[in-house]
């Protein structure tokens, strides 16, 4: 057995996992980590950028494009205490990586060392990172890591994916550990498949689905984990189902099949959310049914359950029963469920009416945002921008969401035609998440292009991920959605708390006038491509040249901040008021 340092055993063993990319930044606490890195630098290439939170937001887009798992690399104190946003970001979207911390030496805790989490515990950061990751392991001596490791990425990869910790304290890095290679291979277990629905929950949800007049299928960010995106698609065509998605679904059935209603809830469109609260069944597939994709669980907006009857299956049996009470639950994973419908249901072939019905709901949504999406305005209106970006991609283009205002356009109006082609941050909603996530997103799929949508205030938070991507040279769009303010909120303060009570949420300058950044100044600084697009007869090409350009771009992109979006749903926020919809509402 040969001996190795603690950071060598973390090094081989995510080189034997195949993992291809280390994403961080530097830090004392590190260095016995990243030597290891050195010696392994042709079989793991190691990404270093600028901000903590930049590399969690990275692997996890990686994990969103590949559905492999990559690492990223902390220091201790506030290097790591800059990743619970990303690991947040990850877990509550089920995206999985493994987060490596580093922590002071075993031998000076609770005697108050530079950067020691120490005050209520010894070396406690594992505590900072509980509630965001879905373990957290702290092996104290080197020969502890192989199975800590080993536990690591069995978790990560099992049941519901999400990230996992290991915080290793300085010395463990740099001690030695004999480590059986041979033994560690061949213990690892084949993956095994995704577990079964019950038999007798298969047989009911088939009854259920038989005997509707009105059913909906609505498919979640589990069909796109459990790679069941052709299971879904077949089945809603063998019964003639038309599919919602929640946003977090979005891509999990191309958005131009003649069965594809949309998204659903709070941004969704017209006609999934009047074909979800009109079913008399739903088969909802690997959703959680949060509050902004259910229009806050208030009756009749999005949902009405009951009288509609829920057939609800998921990995996660305290996501079944937790918002909906369903009649037919079903544990299992979403593709094998699928599978088992597809193999227990009979045919159907004849809806005409409800078909019929959801058609008229799509003509009228679509032809109330045809103006918008052709618009010459100035500022540029948001539907036009999201018109011309679909226009300049390629069907496997991948758009990269940020959190803002921007995004309530992209759920809604955005035509996702490939799965894993719209990634987001969605039950975290951390700000960031678009900026950096479009590098990881890029180096897991090197031949797609990838375009981040990011606010001017999310972009303002973490500019540094152009100079990152400039000094590895990963070829990603910026288009800065540049509203002049954090504007999400804006809407909402005025919304809620009157006309004129404004604060902290338009950028201003000492004047008190708007105020904007030149964005592609700070992107030309950097090294990168700058561009600012005013007008709408401008956008296409600039967008054509900029996915084209084989190297980082930022367009600053001026866009009309007093649009609102057409909403055929609701939020609540208690005890405030919920907007009524703006659109179609009580009239399907």
């Known amino acids: 057995m040969p001996e190795m340092k603690g950071g060598e055993i973390i090094a081989e063993h995510l080189v034997r996992e195949r993992v291809p990319y280390v994403f961080g930044l530097c830090g004392h606490g590190i260095l016995g980590f990243l030597d290891a890195l050195y010696d392994r630098q042709d079989r793991i290439r190691t990404v270093g950028v600028h901000h903590e939170s930049l590399a969690g937001f990275m692997a996890d887009a990686y994990y ?27 877990l509550m979207d089920s995206s999985a990586f493994l987060a490596v911390t580093g922590n002071v030496p075993t031998s000076q805790w609770n005697r108050g060392p530079f950067q020691e989490s120490g005050r209520h515990f010894q070396g406690d950061f594992v505590n ?7 373990r957290s392991f702290q092996p104290t001596r080197a020969d502890m890591l192989p199975l800590a490791l080993r536990q690591a990425f069995g978790l990560l ?36 498949a995704g577990p079964a629905g019950a038999r007798e929950a298969i047989r009911a949800a088939t009854a259920l689905l038989a005997s ?17 995106e052709r299971e879904l698609v077949a089945l809603a065509e063998e019964l003639q189902i038309p599919v919602a998605t929640s946003p977090l679904g979005k891509g999990v059935i191309d958005m131009r099949h003649h069965l594809s209603l949309g998204t659903t809830g709070r941004n969704g469109t017209y006609m999934a959310n009047a074909a979800t609260r009109n079913a008399d ?9 949060d509050d902004r994709a259910t229009s806050a669980w208030i009756p009749g907006y999005t949902y009405s359950i009951p009288p509609t009857r829920l057939i609800h299956v998921d990995i996660d049996a305290s996501e079944l029963g937790r918002n909906y009470r ?31 019905r959801i058609g008229s709901w799509r003509e009228r949504w679509e032809d109330a945002l045809a103006p918008q999406r052709a618009s010459d305005a100035v500022p540029i209106h948001p539907e036009r921008v999201v018109t011309e970006l679909r226009r300049a991609l390629p069907e496997d283009g991948i758009v990269v969401a940020d959190v803002g205002v921007h995004h309530n356009w992209l759920v809604s109006d955005f035509c996702a035609q ?17 900026v950096a996530g479009a590098l990881g997103a890029k180096l897991g799929a090197p031949q797609r292009p990838v375009v981040t949508v990011c606010g001017d205030g999310g972009f303002l938070m973490f500019p540094s991920a152009v100079a990152t991507a400039v000094e590895y040279r990963i070829p990603v769009v910026w288009l800065v959605w540049n509203n002049l303010g954090y504007v999400s909120i804006l809407d909402q303060q005025l919304g809620y708390f009157g006309a004129g009570r404004e604060l902290v949420t338009s950028f201003r300058d000492g004047g008190g006038r708007l105020f904007s950044p030149d964005y592609a100044a700070m992107a030309r600084a950097m090294g990168a491509e700058g561009r ?15 996915i084209h350009a084989e190297r980082p771009v930022v367009l600053d992109v001026r866009v009309d901040r007093d649009a609102k979006p057409l909403a055929a749903g609701t939020w609540e926020l208690p005890p405030l008021p919920h907007p009524q919809p703006t659109f179609g509402w009580q009239e399907d």
Request: proline letters at 10%; aromatic letters at 6%; hydrophobic letters at 45%.
């Open 128 to 134: 900072a990172m509980r509630p965001y990751v879905k």
């Open 64 to 90: 969103r494009v590949t559905h492999q798992p990559v690492a990223t690399f902390t220091s201790c104190g506030p290097g790591s205490a800059n990743l619970p946003v990303a690991a947040a970001s990850a």
């Open 212 to 228: 509707a007049q009105r059913p909906v299928i609505v498919a979640g960010h589990g069909v796109e984990l459990a790679e069941a």
């Open 418 to 434: 490939k799965h894993r082609s719209v990634l987001q941050s969605w039950g975290f909603a951390a700000m960031g998440f678009g």
């Open 532 to 546: 600012t697009v005013e007008r709408p007869t401008d956008l296409a090409e600039q967008l054509d040249w900029a």
């Open 281 to 289: 069944v739903l088969l909802a597939v690997g959703t959680r049914f």
């Open 326 to 356: 369903p009649e037919v639950p079903i544990l299992g994973d979403a593709r094998t469920v699928l599978q088992q419908l597809r193999e227990a249901a009979s045919p159907v072939f004849d809806r005409p009416e409800w078909l019929e």
């Open 157 to 192: 990869r099992g049941g519901r994916p999400g990230p996992v910790h290991i915080d290793v304290p300085l010395n463990v890095f740099v001690e030695t550990a004999d480590w059986d290679l041979a033994a560690e291979e061949s213990s690892s277990p084949p993956r095994p």
